[in-house]
């Protein structure tokens, strides 16, 4: 009998999973949960080896047809070949050079090919990492300082190091050194369009999502307010303004130009070279930031030519409304719309002690996870991807390559990198409940499992002690993939779908191994729609 709801370790893997595996649940139980989040907080420094191991034994198909040389192009040859996903581990100035040459040399394929690879690599880490907690935050991370792939070439290219050199490898470390990382990364560079700051016109793109997206929340802006009408207060140890207004992000966006990328512009010794790796260019720079939030910028000009930026990351990564904007954003991640405020409370405490702490973010979230709240029931509706990994966790299939994953869930605004504005994807209930995206989803659940990539046996995996009963059937992939019983009403529905021809019992008594098979799947893909199977 299943028990009625889910255990703490249960609820608490999922909260902070892509989906806990029952064998996962046992674990903990037997372990306790500290240890668990002990070991999740100290991941190897890259993919674990089996992972790793499996992305490169990986292949995709591509194929696009030749094309002639053509005035100044001198086209390309056709291509149609299984690859191995080379791209994820292909330096910066080669993908920059390979864009460069996108439609002259080298066909738009290779490019969309960089966004495939990046996104099959991602539905295989997320489905099969044992540190889920370092997906969990990576996805989290990603989308907190968002690059929508479709607003420049050269970003949307760049993506690949972005994630794997920007993102990944600093979800535990310090926010102040994870802001810099991303402030100098060639995607964002692109996307908001800082790299293009000049000296006669800062752009003040980039600067207005640090202070309202990245760092201090668009509570803290105060318009076109005067300075002297806002109060000084601590920031570590600084004295900063408690909210921003205009006069800031110009100061900001004069701070900040000159941080740009090397792709053959003058720079102050003559031309730079084409490789899109960060570079300061004094030629680029306006000297005239002034103040920003009540410092004076001036005074940090003999420290270096990129002292402003960084001084503007100092004060903003120290700043109390950061500690409340974006711890904020990581417990309604982890507990749904309303998270409890002692949670809260004692999350904000932690980042602010821990500002600059190498582990700040590590600390920060050792303190959520060992809260006794993190076995309350479950408060937060998973969006389309999570919904869909989850799927794939509990019933064990292992993802390939899936060349379709760059598009799968695109119309849905849950691809990676797909939503197009940098605010990033809405991380409420309300926005991932409308009927016809809950119909979308369910066909893609549908499609994605018959799909060579995914490879997985029901059949297999159901015991055989449990065949002979539909109630048993049904209560061991309830528990399997939901962890407790689903309300009498669901229960009954799933009984009698698999006594019903040609459902699983059918399916038993003809002996057919396709036929058990196609009925088991049947069966978990309709758990999978169920509203408690939507919930972590």
Not at 276 to 302: C, E, I, K, W, Y
Not at 363 to 387: A, D, Q
Not at 489 to 515: C, E, F, H, R, W
Request: net charge neutral; proline share 6%.
């Amino acid at each position: 009998m299943l028990p009625s709801t889910g255990s703490f370790e249960h609820r608490a893997l999922n909260r902070v999973t892509f989906g806990a595996r029952d064998a996962e649940v046992a674990a903990v139980q037997r372990t306790g949960w500290p240890a668990w989040v002990a070991a999740q907080l100290a991941p190897p420094a890259g993919d674990e080896q089996r992972i790793e191991d499996h992305i490169k034994a990986r292949t995709m198909r591509i194929a696009y047809a030749v094309q002639l040389p053509a005035g100044k192009s001198p086209g390309w040859p056709a291509v149609d070949e299984r690859r191995p996903l080379r791209y994820l581990y292909t330096d910066l100035p080669t993908i920059w050079d390979m864009v460069g040459k996108t439609e002259i040399s080298i066909a738009p394929n290779e490019r969309h090919r960089i966004q495939q690879e990046l996104n099959a690599a991602a539905w295989i880490r997320n489905a099969h990492s044992r540190f889920q907690l370092r997906e969990f935050m990576a996805d989290f991370w990603g989308n907190h300082f968002n690059v929508g792939r479709n607003e420049d070439i050269y970003g949307a290219a760049a993506l690949i190091a972005y994630e794997n050199e920007v993102i990944r490898p600093n979800v535990f470390g310090n926010f102040r050194t994870l802001l810099e990382a991303v402030a100098t990364s060639a995607s964002m560079l692109r996307y908001l369009n800082n790299a293009e700051s000049k000296v006669s016109r800062p752009t003040e793109n980039y600067v207005r999502e640090l202070l309202e997206l990245h760092t201090l929340g668009a509570d803290a802006y105060r318009g076109v307010a005067a300075d002297a009408t806002l109060p000084m207060i601590a920031a570590g140890a600084y004295r900063v303004s408690s909210h921003f207004t205009d006069r800031d992000i110009v100061a900001a966006s004069r701070a900040f130009s000159g941080w740009t990328l090397e792709h053959g512009q003058e720079g102050a010794r003559g031309q730079l070279p084409f490789t899109g790796r960060f570079v300061f260019n004094p030629a680029q720079h306006n000297n005239d930031a002034g103040v920003f939030m009540g410092d004076d910028l001036s005074r940090t000009a003999f420290q270096g030519p990129m002292a402003q930026g960084q001084r503007i990351l100092d004060l903003l990564a120290a700043h109390p409304a950061t500690a409340r904007f974006v711890v904020g954003k990581i417990c309604r991640r982890i507990f749904g719309d309303a998270p409890p405020q002692d949670v809260l409370d004692r999350a904000m405490a932690t980042w602010t002690a821990n500002v600059d702490a190498p582990d700040q973010i590590k600390r920060v979230m050792e303190t959520i996870l060992l809260s006794p709240e993190m076995g309350n029931p479950p408060s937060k509706l998973r969006r389309p991807y999570e919904r869909l990994m989850a799927l794939f966790r509990t019933t064990d299939t292992i993802i390939n390559a899936y060349d379709e994953a760059y598009m799968a869930l695109f119309g849905l605004g849950d691809g990676l990198y797909a939503w197009p504005t940098p605010d990033g994807r809405p991380d409420t209930d309300a926005h991932w409940l409308s009927s016809a995206g809950t119909h979308h989803f369910w066909n893609v659940m549908f499609e994605v499992l018959v799909h060579p990539s995914f490879r997985t046996s029901f059949w297999e995996q159901t015991p055989a002690a449990v065949t002979g009963s539909a109630i048993q059937i049904v209560e061991y992939w309830v528990g399997r993939m939901v962890g407790y019983r689903l309300p009498q009403a669901s229960m009954d529905a799933l009984v009698k779908d698999v006594t019903t021809s040609p459902g699983v019992m059918a399916a038993y008594a003809s002996q057919g191994i396709t036929n058990i098979e196609n009925a088991l799947r049947r069966l978990a893909l309709l758990i999978a729609t169920s509203p408690e199977f939507a919930m972590r």
